[in-house]
């Protein structure tokens, strides 16, 4: 994708960073306190002894220190929690590639307790597809439909909705429930035909890899490779038509020419 240039209030107006934001909240309150001791010691003269000019300047430097303190002491949580969540994420996907599926879990479960994400639920779902802990999928998949506003805050984009439906639908490739998965899949193709399917991002060699869906066979197999295939582009004209039109176990080939 081309990237487009950004005009001068573009820059000026992007959102800023964390940092850039915690150093201007500290500008403003020591500014603010600035001004109260401007206000106090130059404006009003309320204090006439330099006792008690002393006394009032102590009390508001220590005030100053207690909000910076907590201000500081905001931001290091801020940066363990940040850091802590990069690493789960990080070692989450080592175990997975390392076919070490309950261990994945176990990290993205607690990266997403530090910060719900679209992306963490959705390996963290995917991860419980690969153990084989399908009891368990179902609850988790439940809670975007049980909080209306999990869903509404965490699954903004189309490629999200998409990617929970493609789980759905493995989820009953696994098992061999080939009614339940169809109309997943079904829901899914709905989808993408209305929408489009321009930033889909997934990897499934995790899945295509794990025992569970190596264990796949007839037309369960036939559904979850065209539906790949279909995901990720890769599918075959014909076939794709005939997969658009609900055939989803078809295995359609190309014509050949002489």
């Not at 508001?60 to 850091?83: M, P, S, W």
């Not at 909705?161 to 490739?173: A, N, V």
């Not at 369960?220 to 038509?241: D, F, G, H, M, V």
Request: aromatic content about 14%.
């Amino acid at each position: 994708m081309k990237k487009v240039k950004k005009d001068f209030w573009e820059k000026l107006f992007v959102y800023p960073s964390f940092n850039i934001r915690f150093l201007f909240t500290l500008f403003l309150v020591l500014l603010f306190f600035c001004a109260i001791v401007y206000v106090v010691f130059l404006k009003l003269h309320l204090f006439n002894t330099i006792s008690d000019q002393i006394a009032a300047f102590n009390l508001i430097t220590q005030g100053a220190i207690l909000v910076l303190a907590i201000f500081a002491v905001y931001y290091t949580l801020r940066q363990l929690v940040e850091t802590r969540f990069n690493s789960l994420e990080e070692l989450g996907m080592s175990e997975i590639k390392n076919k070490h599926y309950s261990r994945a879990f176990d990290k993205w479960k607690e990266a997403f307790y530090i910060r719900p994400e679209a992306a963490t639920f959705c390996n963290l779902c995917e991860s419980l597809l690969l153990i084989g802990a399908y009891d368990t999928f179902d609850e988790y998949m439940m809670l975007p439909k049980r909080r209306g506003l999990f869903k509404k805050e965490i699954f903004k984009e189309v490629s999200d909705q998409i990617i929970l439906l493609y789980l759905g639908s493995i989820r009953h490739l696994l098992v061999k429930n080939q009614g339940e998965a169809e109309k997943y899949v079904s829901k899914l193709v709905t989808l993408i035909k209305k929408d489009g399917l321009s930033s889909f991002q997934w990897d499934f060699l995790d899945l295509q890899t794990s025992l569970k869906y190596q264990d796949l066979s007839g037309e369960c197999k036939n559904i979850a490779e065209n539906l790949i295939s279909y995901l990720s582009n890769t599918i075959q004209p014909n076939r794709k038509k005939d997969f658009e039109a609900k055939n989803f176990a078809s295995q359609i080939s190309e014509p050949t020419t002489d």
